[in-house]
């Protein structure tokens, strides 16, 4: 799985395109090339497990921002990890 293969995924569901459009990448200072995609396995809010794709960052964008975001396999929700 490459980024710009999870963000087409991602759009074509409609699960959560807004995080994929130019304007909020722009607000963060991002780009495509500053991503990679990793399998993941994150405990989450209701106390499960959940086997996800891991979009992170390679570098740390404005305000020091290198947050991942996690999208659930099956369904390509987002999903936000027990922290």
Known sequence: MTPSELKHLVEQ???????FTRQ???FF???????????ATVKTRRGGDADVWELYRRRAVKHG???SAY?????????????
């Open 13 to 19: 569901g409609s699960n959560a395109p807004y995080f």
């Open 24 to 26: 909020s990448m722009r």
């Open 29 to 39: 200072g991002d780009t495509m090339r500053n991503y990679g995609v990793r399998s």
């Open 65 to 67: 921002l290198k947050s």
């Open 71 to 83: 999208f659930d396999k099956t369904t390509l929700e987002r999903v936000h990890p027990d922290e």
